[in-house]
Structure formats: structure tokens, C-alpha cells
């Protein structure tokens, strides 16, 4: 099993956002886990990441065998956990070749693996660069740094495509993008997809699925999984939306 | 994740051992008989000498200046040692073999090889340790080009005319109290001439070290660029590790003539003192140069070292169309305390100035920029930009910015923008999600906001700088 997560329930400082979420991923598969604002969708992939402040209460998260929650942030991902940021932050003066190479030699170093030369990387960089559809002038720009929002997701799927996590989130990477970006953004993930590594894709809206077929669908909503189904649930979704589940509509999701 | 940060950049010191080397060192105080002394153990002429002494005079009647952002117990002057010098420099060595090789390890372990053939190429290094110049390497190559880079102390006997021209003419003997203690009791530092359309054909730079307790160092150098001539000098410097707070009082001189340029970087990396802000070296300097027609003066500096700062580098822009520039990183952090920046004193025509000052203040720190820009009367269409950045590491330091404006002509502008940022949750988040460690990610992250500054160091230094900053922020995560 690439992911199982049992009866999560985790908060946000004094409030409860996940309450007692299930979910397992077997590896090549792609979940989408769709819901209305508020419902925890984002925070899922902090508590998973283990970003500060999302906390724990009870049950558990195993990746590939191993317990998350025992690790720091960066052991989780050097074991391969990805999360594809729905705000990347800026790092002014460090320029994305620059974070991206010593990104990829601290993954490879934690395997066990020879750092990369500045020239091989340059090549794989310059190949990810094109596959996203990026000016090969993003690498030497620094992180993030004046990016339209489009560049932005863009550039996390640059990411993606660089470190081949062996589980990717995708923070709603769909927010925010013209139906070309989202192609470039949904081809990038495509490429990825060999069988072996898995996906968990988060959205609002059910149109980037249209292009990331995925396996399996849930329907997230106060902090619970309410019903999973194949990609047939999230075209129901679309047509429906989030009314039926009968609960207020919480303004922004906690956090995120 | 601000705890982690602080962990992350608790400093080691790596040059903070001591050196077990017998030295002349003349009991601690300070009079005439003094500075007699030194002249003396220097084979000063007499207009040396009495150079030396007005200056102390106009010393004894001036008052230590408190204007600085900066906390610390009154220097009892008479408590410090003037003069120490290894016994074996004594018989003044004359190549390399004959020098102790105690001294020459202490530069090796330093990083400065002083073996030319170990050397990097294409870098002429003076060593100064305490009060005397050890060696100064390439000087022959040097020669060959026509360029003058030896100790001062030696200068002054070999090219009297140039040093009483130039000597005190950028900083003259009551500049200020600190410049004025310097005068009295210089012992060594570096001079350096290039004539008259040279290119140095190598970069210059001057490695000061302090060893001896209780000892003050207080060193001179004095760079004069010929017309059209061309010279990139710089200095770094280290000091042991002790509980004492140690004197440094330097002053540095540059005089660009027509049509030169000078480039002088500094990496300043002398012991910090340790947490609780025992010990650590007093670094009251001062820079300044005077750049006449259509030169250039650039100051880069790195400093991350001293238990206190206070320094201005300068430039006087007295040539129509001459350009001054600094760059400055300034990294705190323990309880070390900063006041550091520029003068820009434009006087001439279509002068140009560029200031960028990035301080970066962690744990206790303070840091603070202190710039004066001022626009003479005949200083028509001069420009000035300035770009002051802090960075604030966790939330108990502080970031002090004093810009002062002068401007007595209305055909010059004067631009000055300032920020203020963090290193935010956020950003270590990303980089810890892609897998760096937190000391990794803050020494990343600092980098990147000392980009502007360290690419104007000369490249092999650059480097340094870098990893110096890797070094001061590297800690004990994980």
C-alpha cells in the first residue's frame, strides 16, 4: 500500500478540521478528493506534510510502511511524499535552479545516491523547463519570485516532474488557470503517471479532472470522507455541486 | 519553527584557536614613551615620529564618540598593549623559509597558504599578524608590473615621498577619535601603489590576524591608484577565541586619481563573542577614499564577525564624474551589535554614488545602518541611489535604519528605498518540503537576500563569503 490513513482527525490550532478521515492509495492509482471550502482538503495534504501548527489528535498515516508522523518534514520527503503548493511562496535572491538543484541532491543524497553535477542537472532542468511550457529564463529567476499565479503552479509541476515523488499532492493546482495552463499543468502530471507512483489530486472544481483521469473520486466535507465512487461522482459533482450535502458552506478553509 | 531557526544559526567559530608563539609584547598603556617605542622598533624617520605625535596630542583632547547604536562598557585605554610581535620576526626574516613555521601554519589552518605555489593564482597575499607584517608573497611579480605592495612600515622607509604625500590626506590625524588613536600608534598594515596606467595584474589583499591577549591591533593601510590604473584589493580578517574584549582600530586609505579604479572588499569575520556577549573583538574603524576626475572607488564588505562594529566606509567624490559605490552585508547575531554604512560626499559634477546594505540580524542581535549622502554646492547633477534591506531571523533581534540626506544643490537626486523582511514560516516550509534541512534552508535563504552584495566580490571570494555565512549560520539541527 503506498498510503493508509486511518480515522485521522487533526486541527488547526483549537479547531478540529479532519474528523476521522480514511483513505487508502495503492500505488499507480490517482484519488481526487473534491469538496466544498472548508471541508479540510487542504489541510489533508499540511497535516500529511507536517507542516507546523496542523497537529495530530488521533489516528494514523503510513506511507509505503513507514509512520509520517515519526518523521520531520524533510524526511517525509525524502522518502518521496510531494506536495504541490495552492500559494508557493517567493525565496527573493535564490534563483529556481539554484533551490531545484540542491533540492534534487538532497533527495538523491538521503538514497544514498551521487549528487548530480551542475551540468547534468541543467539538462534535466532544461527538459522540465519545456515540458511546462516555461521560458528557460525561469531557472536562473529566483524562486517564485514575480511569477504570475499561472507560473507559479506551473513551476510546482516543474518540481513534480524534477523530484519524482513516489506520492504527489496537488493542492489545487487548478485554481486560478485559463484552460491552457491547466492543460500544460494536467500534461505535466500525466507524463508522471507510470504505473507506480500515485496521486492525490484536490479540488474545488471538477474540470481539471476532465484532463487528470483519476482512479478513484471523494467527496470530502466536514472533515470526513462522505462518499467515493469512480470518475463518474466527480461529473455528478459538477452537475449538482455541493448542495446535497446538506451542510453550511464554511467562508475559507482554515489555514489554507 | 522559530526555535529551529535559532538553532540553526547558533554560531561555531572556526578560526578561534590560539597560536603558541613567544612575542614581544610591551606592558599594557599608552604615552609619548609609547609611541616613542614603536616608532622606535619600526626604524621610523623622524617625520614619522612626530606625525605620530601630533596626533596623539590632538588625541588626549578628544572625546570617545557616543552617537552609535551601540552598548558597551568604556575601553580603558591604558589596559591595552600597543606593540606584539613574534620574537622570530625580530631579525626580520628574509624569505619564507626563514619565517617560524608555527606563523606559517597558523595561516594554513586559516585557509591562507602563503607558499605561492600553494596559493591561489593570481591573489598576492601581506599577512599581518598583531603588530608586524609576516610576508608578503608575488611581490617580484609585482615588481615586474611596477606595482608597490609591501607592509607600510616598510614603505614609509622605502617610499618616504609617497607615504608623507598620501598619508592623513583622505583621513587626516583628528579625523575622529578612533582614526586619531590609529595615527598615534599604527604598527603595520599594507601600503599599495599602482602606477600610472597599470592594471594590477593580480588581485591584492591583506590577511590581519590577532593572537596575543590583552593586545589591541591597529593597522594602516593606504592604497594609491595612479591615472588610469586599475587595482582590486581585499582584507579578511580572524582572531582567537577569548574572554577578553580586544581593541581593533584600523584605518584605510584610498586615493583614486584621475581616471582610476579602486575595489576594495572586505570579509570580516574577527571572533564574535559567545552567547552571553563575553568576549569578542571592538572593530572601530575607519574607510575612506577620495576619488578624483572620472574615477571609480567601490567598497564591498562582508561582516560577519567583531562583538561590535563601527564603520563607515566612504567615499568623497571630489572629480566631476567620479562614482562611488558600497555594497555591504552585515550578519548578526548572539548578542553582537552593528552600526555600520557610508558617506557619500559628492563635491564634483555628474557624480554618482550606489548604495545597497543588506544587515541581517538573528537571535539577541542589533544591527543597524547608519548612511550619509550629501550633495555639494557644485555638485550639479549628481545622482545617488540607495537600497537598504533587513532581514530579521526569529523575533527577539532588532533592525535599525538612520539615513541622513544633505543636499545643498538642486540639480541632484537623491533616491533611497528601505525594507524590512523575515524569514517566514512559509518559505522553510517549502524548502523543507522539498526535502532541505532547516539549517540548509536559512543559510539558502540568506544567501539569496546577499545575492546583490556578493556578486560584487571578486570571484574566488565570493565563494567564501559564502561559505563564511554557511559556517556562521551552521548550527546544531537534527
Known amino acids: 500500500m503506498m498510503l493508509t490513513i486511518k480515522d485521522l482527525h487533526a486541527r488547526v490550532e483549537d479547531k478540529v478540521i479532519l474528523k476521522g478521515l480514511n483513505l487508502e492509495v495503492k500505488p499507480g492509482e490517482v484519488h481526487a478528493i473534491m469538496g466544498p471550502n472548508g471541508a479540510g482538503k487542504s489541510t489533508l495534504g499540511y497535516v500529511m506534510s507536517g507542516r507546523d501548527g496542523y497537529e495530530l489528535v488521533s489516528g494514523s498515516i503510513e506511507m509505503n510502511g513507514d509512520d509520517l508522523m515519526e518523521l520531520e518534514i524533510e524526511e517525509r520527503a525524502q522518502k518521496g511524499l510531494f506536495l504541490a503548493f495552492q500559494y508557493p511562496v517567493e525565496i527573493p535572491g535564490v534563483s529556481n535552479m539554484e533551490f531545484m538543484k540542491e533540492s534534487v541532491n538532497a533527495m538523491r543524497k538521503a538514497r544514498g545516491e551521487e549528487a548530480l553535477t ?11 523547463c519545456k515540458q511546462v511550457n516555461l521560458p528557460l529564463d525561469f531557472l536562473k529567476r529566483g524562486v517564485n519570485e514575480g511569477f504570475s499565479g499561472g507560473e507559479k503552479k506551473r513551476n510546482e509541476i516543474m518540481q513534480l516532474i524534477l523530484l519524482k515523488p513516489a506520492l504527489a499532492i496537488l493542492d489545487e493546482s487548478d485554481s486560478g488557470l485559463d484552460i491552457d495552463a491547466l492543460k500544460v499543468v494536467a500534461d505535466g502530471v500525466n507524463s508522471q503517471r507510470d504505473g507506480k507512483r500515485s496521486f492525490i489530486v484536490v479540488t474545488h472544481y471538477q474540470r481539471l479532472l476532465d484532463f487528470i483521469e483519476p482512479d478513484y473520486v471523494h467527496i470530502l466535507s466536514d472533515g470526513v470522507i462522505v462518499k467515493s465512487g469512480g470518475p463518474e461522482l466527480a461529473k455528478e459533482v459538477e452537475s449538482t455541486g455541493y448542495a446535497w450535502l446538506g451542510k453550511p458552506v464554511e467562508s475559507e478553509e482554515a489555514g489554507a | 519553527m522559530s526555535e529551529q531557526i535559532e538553532k540553526a544559526i547558533a554560531r561555531k567559530y572556526d578560526a578561534g584557536f590560539v597560536s603558541e608563539i613567544e612575542s614581544d609584547t610591551f606592558p599594557p598603556g599608552l604615552d609619548e614613551d609609547v609611541i616613542r617605542r614603536i616608532s622606535e622598533m619600526k626604524n621610523e624617520p623622524e617625520w614619522m615620529l612626530e606625525w605620530r605625535l601630533q596626533a596623539y596630542r590632538a588625541w588626549l583632547k578628544m572625546e570617545e564618540p557616543d552617537w552609535a547604536h551601540l552598548g558597551y ?12 610581535a613574534p620574537k622570530s620576526m625580530k631579525d626580520k626574516p628574509k624569505s619564507l623559509d626563514e619565517v617560524d613555521p608555527e606563523l606559517i601554519r597558523t595561516y594554513e589552518k586559516l585557509g591562507i597558504p602563503l607558499h605561492e605555489q600553494k596559493m591561489l593564482a593570481g591573489v598576492a597575499v601581506d599577512a599581518v599578524f598583531d603588530s608586524v607584517s609576516v610576508v608578503t608573497t608575488f611581490r617580484e611579480k609585482l615588481e615586474e608590473a611596477g606595482v608597490i605592495f609591501c607592509p607600510i612600515s616598510e614603505a614609509i622607509q622605502k617610499y618616504p615621498e609617497l607615504v608623507k604625500k598620501y598619508i592623513g590626506s583622505v583621513v587626516p590625524k583628528g579625523d575622529n577619535f578612533f582614526a586619531a588613536l590609529n595615527c598615534a600608534v599604527f604598527t603595520d598594515g599594507s601600503f599599495v601603489y599602482i602606477p600610472k596606467g597599470v592594471r594590477c595584474p593580480m588581485e591584492l589583499s591583506t590577511y590581519f590576524r590577532i593572537n596575543e591577549l590583552n593586545t589591541g591591533q591597529f593597522e594602516r593601510t593606504l592604497i594609491v591608484a595612479d591615472e588610469g590604473s586599475h587595482v582590486s584589493y581585499l582584507e579578511g580578517c580572524t582572531a582567537p577565541q577569548r574572554d577578553e574584549n580586544q581593541l581593533h582600530a584600523a584605518v584605510v586609505e584610498l586615493v ?36 578624483h576626475k572620472n574615477s571609480k572607488i567601490s567598497w564591498t564588505q562582508v561582516e560577519t564577525g567583531s562583538a561590535i562594529t563601527w564603520k563607515y566606509p566612504s567615499c568623497i567624490l571630489k572629480g566631476d564624474n567620479s562614482v562611488g559605490e558600497f555594497y555591504s552585508v552585515a550578519l548578526t547575531r548572539g548578542r553582537q551589535q552593528a552600526d555600520t554604512g557610508t558617506k557619500m560626499i559628492h563635491l564634483g559634477k555628474n557624480t554618482k554614488s550606489t548604495i545597497v546594505s543588506k544587515g541581517i540580524s538573528a537571535g539577541h542581535s542589533s544591527n543597524a545602518y ?24 526569529g523575533d527577539k533581534c532588532a533592525a535599525h535604519t538612520f539615513p541622513y540626506i544633505e543636499s545643498s544643490n538642486p540639480s541632484a537626486i537623491v533616491e533611497h528605498e528601505a525594507t524590512t ?28 537576500f546577499c545575492k546583490e552584495v556578493f556578486k560584487e566580490l571578486p570571484m574566488e571570494f565570493a565563494v567564501e563569503a559564502g561559505k563564511l555565512l554557511e559556517i556562521s549560520l551552521e548550527g546544531s539541527v537534527g
Not at chain 1, 551542475?118 to 522540465?128: G, P, Q, S, W
Not at chain 2, 562598557?73 to 606584539?84: A, F, H, K, L, T
Not at chain 2, 545622482?383 to 530579521?392: A, K, Q
Not at chain 2, 522539498?434 to 544567501?447: F, H, Q, T, W
Open chain 1, 118 to 128: 551542475a551540468a547534468e542537472f541543467l539538462k534535466m532542468a532544461k527538459e522540465a
Open chain 2, 73 to 84: 562598557e568604556r575601553i580603558d585605554y591604558q589596559s591595552i598593549s600597543y606593540y606584539s
Open chain 2, 256 to 291: 583614486a586619481l584621475d581616471d582610476a579604479e579602486i575595489k576594495y572588499s572586505t570579509v570580516q569575520n574577527w571572533y564574535p563573542g559567545d552567547e552571553n556577549g563575553k568576549g569578542g573583538i571592538y572593530n572601530f574603524v575607519t574607510k575612506r577614499g577620495i576619488a
Open chain 2, 370 to 393: 547608519r548612511g550619509l549622502v550629501k550633495m555639494g554646492p557644485g555638485a550639479d547633477g549628481a545622482r545617488n541611489h540607495t537600497e537598504c534591506d533587513s532581514l530579521l531571523i
Open chain 2, 421 to 448: 523582511s523575515k524569514v517566514s514560516d512559509d518559505q522553510m516550509f517549502l524548502c523543507k518540503q522539498r526535502g532541505l534541512d532547516a539549517e540548509k534552508a536559512v543559510s539558502m535563504i540568506v544567501n539569496g
